[in-house]
């Protein structure tokens, strides 16, 4: 590849970039004025990814307007250290998420799941006192479960609506603990229940605490989870290539701006 084709996909690329930078740390002061703490927590991270975007992207567009090798080198090591952490997160985000699986019961059209079906790196996620204390706060927030009592207004209907994992886990009793529904909101707890979940004697009707300190809750979050986790290494899968073909370039204007300043 010629210098001049070279240097100036490089530029334009990170040219790009840069603004995907300015952009995602533009988003992350957003949210770090937004009145849900559960999305200010997201602030410091999103911002670091930003200006993390800009630093490499900067070191890439002058090294390749200036034709400077050393800047040149500094991008391709930051670079190659950039697609080795994808490739490893990607390969463990397909590890992690490779067990668990929802479980169907008679009469319902969602799927109930299982905390001990996921894997060991989700139980301790999860069972942490901690991380689940702030997760479950986020959850009570956001007023998911009052505002599946308007989605819904009869128990048939419920029954046959495709609940998210969260929704089914969190805002109800697991279906094995038998209790009679009220409502689609409120279930009679006085029923005797045989089964042994120890879920059953954790659920309340009170909306801020439903089934927050359940494992059918924790599997529902894990099952989120995972979907969200596959998603993002199958964009990881396709920003590898990507990444993988800037990198090919920049080594050819890394060694054609090698040859240029030998020559000057």
Request: net charge positive; proline share 2%; with cysteine.
């Amino acid at each position: 590849m010629g210098i001049g084709t070279s240097t100036f996909v490089i530029r334009w690329v990170n040219l790009l970039t840069m603004l995907l930078a300015v952009a995602v740390i533009i988003f992350g002061v957003w949210m770090s004025t937004h009145n849900d703490g559960c999305r200010r927590s997201l602030t410091f991270p999103v911002i670091a990814l930003g200006a993390f975007i800009f630093f490499i992207s900067i070191i890439g567009f002058l090294g390749a307007c200036k034709r400077s090798v050393a800047l040149l080198w500094i991008y391709l090591v930051v670079l190659l250290i950039v697609l080795i952490a994808i490739l490893v997160f990607t390969v463990l985000a397909f590890i992690v998420t490779n067990n668990g699986s929802g479980h169907t019961n008679p009469g319902l059209r969602y799927k109930e799941y299982k905390l001990n079906d996921y894997s060991s790196w989700f139980l301790k996620q999860l069972n942490n006192t901690n991380h689940w204390r702030r997760l479950k706060s986020c959850l009570v927030k956001s007023e998911l479960c009052r505002k599946l009592s308007k989605k819904y207004k009869t128990i048939k209907q419920l029954k046959s609506a495709e609940l998210t994992p969260i929704e089914g886990g969190c805002c109800r009793p697991p279906s094995e603990c038998g209790y009679p529904a009220v409502n689609v909101s409120y279930y009679d707890l006085s029923f005797h229940s045989i089964s042994a979940n120890k879920d059953c004697k954790l659920y309340k009707n009170l909306r801020t605490i439903k089934c927050y300190n359940c494992d059918s809750c924790k599997a529902g979050v894990a099952q989120y989870m995972k979907t969200e986790w596959r998603l993002v290494a199958i964009f990881n899968v396709v920003l590898f290539v990507v990444l993988s073909m800037v990198y090919f370039v920049g080594c050819c204007a890394r060694r054609n701006a090698s040859s240029y300043r030998s020559k000057a």
